[in-house]
């Protein structure tokens, strides 16, 4: 059984940062595509960026710039550095990964509120 267990949310005001982290346990055999996904009140899920076991990172136009995705393969972790937080970008963080246990298939973590106050 896989599990992802994200961390780091919480309240921030305009402009600050938080840095959001998500650890996959269970038993894994690789870990192809991990990103992190956001869904507001009222609105679709929406992708917010993404990076696969090579480095290779994806970013949602209105997070570029500000937002930075890595991932430690070795830790099977993957963190958010979210910077000049706006509060439109209040909503619930999901992690998600495509993972090989014995064939591929996509998790997803229980979410992490993320609120910015003007």
């Known amino acids: 059984q896989v599990q992802l267990v994200e961390s780091g949310g919480g309240l921030v005001q305009a402009g600050g940062s938080l840095r959001l982290s998500c650890a996959a346990s269970?038993?894994?055999?690789?870990?192809?595509?991990m990103g992190w996904y956001r869904q507001a009140p009222g609105k679709q899920r929406e992708l917010v960026a993404s990076?696969?076991?090579?480095?290779?990172?994806n970013y949602a136009d209105s997070v570029k710039g500000r937002f930075t995705i890595s991932r430690d393969n070795a830790k099977n972790t993957v963190y958010l550095q979210m910077n000049s937080l706006k509060p439109e970008d209040t909503a619930v963080y999901y992690c998600?990964?495509?993972?090989?246990?014995?064939?591929?298939?996509?998790?997803w973590g229980q979410g992490t509120q993320v609120t910015v106050s003007s």
């Open positions: 998600n990964g495509l993972i090989t246990t014995v064939v591929p298939k996509n998790y």
């Open positions: 269970g038993t894994i055999f690789s870990i192809n595509v």
């Open positions: 990076i696969t076991s090579g480095g290779s990172t």
